[in-house]
């Protein structure tokens, strides 16, 4: 095909976006015989600062595939436990090591290697066809149903014409705003700034974070290098980026002494990079011809890194849903509105539970003039450390956190009859809709 030319491709599924929710799905379809055609815009997956916290419930699946020794093969470092410091007060914060699952830890994994083990593992299904810097400009709609896509490639347009086409295309899908889909935005308080700096031996292995007046920071340990999430302001970049690179150098080491011999790894703001963060989701995930899943129905907040192992679990019911359909060559608005019914209860819980974290946690931390104190049941795990085995509130959100069946309705609703807390078991309750 030469450079210009238009070319013309049939599938029964074209899959736009080559993140986790995209790779996933495209993996699985072929997987089962689906011919799938998986488009990113990019020429690789190398891009920096993405999610690349990979919960239990991801690596259970990949236990589940067969695939979780040669994932672990993987480079990653292992988190098991957070700590969190609040003002003066040093917090245990989550521990995994009791979670019925095969890993009992959080995969720190560079998103790209986990994108590339995915496509390497498509790739071994003739069904499969990943394609690269191709990006979808526009939808192709016929009888009032969505027929296929057109999109940008090095050697000209590609028209695809398929039986479903899959928003998986992020926070910002062409998909979702070419198909005219309307998302609720519920708000964020707070922006993040994503940095590296050189971690040392000597330093201390636990991930966590710290929260001081006006100030929050969250350490990632990746290796060689900590990944960090300075916390501001929504909005607060431009008056960030007023005060100079020397201020900014001076709160990180602020609030982490022990950065102080290597701070000036941050030579300008290039070395800084901005997560605008969004929390919305679609009133309607689909319509005729095509559906949207991970952050391209509901993007998430970066607190608790769930993002990644959301739209996994999203790939994961679309694909279980829709496979026998796409083989038949029937797909109908009943199957692709079963998926919504499937994922919006675990999509909202989690929305929720971010939401409720930021407006009494976050919020209120970034606008404080005075030492924050750490709420009465963070003081109490932090005391009473059986706590955080003994007590249903911990274990259950743990398990709505991490555990891949925790989108079970019904099995959360008879969870939440058995909490203590009135106010938490409203929360669940009303969740569950």
């Known amino acids: 095909m030469t450079n210009g030319a238009m070319n013309t491709q049939n599938t ?3 899959i736009v976006g080559g993140g986790p929710a995209g790779m996933m799905l495209g993996f ?3 997987r089962a015989g689906v011919r799938v055609v998986v488009l990113e815009k990019h020429a690789d997956f190398l891009r920096d600062f993405r999610g690349d916290t990979v919960h ?19 480079p990653h470092r292992k988190v098991d436990r957070l700590s969190l410091q609040i003002g003066e007060q040093h917090v245990r914060m989550i521990d995994l090591t009791h979670l019925p699952t095969h890993c009992k830890y959080i995969a720190l994994m560079p998103q790209w290697d986990f994108l590339n083990f995915l496509a390497d593992h498509g790739r071994r299904y003739k069904q499969f066809d990943l394609r690269m810097r191709a990006e979808a400009t526009n939808l192709i709609e016929e009888g009032g149903r969505i027929v296929g896509l057109r999109a940008n490639t090095p050697d000209g347009e590609l028209v695809i014409r398929a039986d479903l086409v899959v928003g998986c295309d992020g926070r910002h899908s062409t998909v979702r705003e070419k ?12 922006d993040v700034l994503w940095f590296r700096i050189t971690r040392r031996n000597s330093d201390d292995a636990e991930v966590f974070g710290h929260i001081e007046a006006g ?15 300075y916390v501001i302001p929504k909005g607060g970049i431009e008056r960030v980026k007023a005060s100079g690179i020397e201020a900014f ?21 290039d070395d800084v990079k901005l997560l605008s963060v969004t929390v919305d989701r679609l009133r309607q995930w689909w319509r005729p011809g095509l559906i949207c899943i991970g952050d391209a129905a509901h993007a998430m907040s970066p607190i608790g890194g769930v993002g990644i192992n959301i739209a996994v679990q999203d790939a994961v019911a679309a694909a279980n849903r829709l496979a026998a359909p796409l083989n038949a060559g029937r797909v109908t608005d009943d199957d692709l509105q079963a998926i919504q019914q499937r994922r919006t209860f675990p999509a909202r819980l989690t929305q929720q539970i971010q939401l409720t974290m930021q407006n009494r946690i976050i919020s209120p931390a970034l606008q404080a003039t005075r030492q924050p104190k750490p709420p009465v049941l963070f003081r109490l795990f932090d005391a009473f450390p059986l706590l955080r085995r003994a007590l249903p509130l911990r274990r259950r959100f743990a398990a709505a956190w991490s555990l891949s069946r925790a989108n079970d309705r019904m099995r959360l609703r008879r969870a939440a009859a ?16």
Not at 179 to 190: N, Q, V
Not at 255 to 263: E, T, V, Y
Not at 418 to 433: E, N, T, W
């Open 215 to 229: 100030m929050m920071l969250v350490m990632l340990d990746r290796g060689d290098y900590w990944q960090c999430a």
């Open 28 to 30: 699985l379809l072929a």
């Open 56 to 74: 239990p419930s991801t690596l259970e699946l990949m236990y589940e595939l067969g695939l979780l020794d040669k994932f672990l093969k993987l």
């Open 249 to 269: 150098r001076n709160r990180v080491v602020e609030l982490s002494p022990f950065l102080a011999d290597r701070i000036g790894e941050l030579k300008s703001f």
């Open 12 to 14: 029964q599924c074209c």
């Open 418 to 433: 058995r909490f203590g807390a009135p106010r938490v078991r409203r929360a669940l309750l009303a969740a569950s809709g």
């Open 179 to 190: 198909a005219g889909l309307r998302s609720e935005d519920y708000g964020a308080p707070m």
